[in-house]
């Protein structure tokens, strides 16, 4: 069950990146949330969430993972 980034409650996101969460499509929606909620607790536009999608989709899935880590490392746990 994927749930909105909204509900989470202080616990890291978890991605299975050898499942079907680890897509590269679930990856960018999740990170497109994650920005938004940080937009929305600091109350500024902290991230581009438009710049953090280009990003994701400038070149192939492992610059992908790295943007993801480079952006939410602290907020999020990726698995292989």
């Known amino acids: 069950m994927i749930r909105s980034i909204k509900e989470k409650n ?3 996101v978890e991605i299975d990146l050898t499942g079907p969460d680890g897509n590269v499509f679930n990856l960018i929606s ?3 949330d994650l920005c938004k909620l940080l937009n929305e607790r ?3 536009k902290y991230f581009d969430v438009a ?3 280009r990003d994701m989709m400038s070149d192939d899935y492992e610059h992908a993972v790295k943007v993801m880590e ?3 490392g602290h907020m999020i746990i990726m698995y292989r």
């Open 10 to 12: 202080g616990k890291p």
């Open 30 to 32: 999740i990170g497109t």
């Open 42 to 44: 600091r109350g500024n």
């Open 51 to 53: 710049e953090f999608q």
């Open 70 to 72: 480079k952006n939410f």
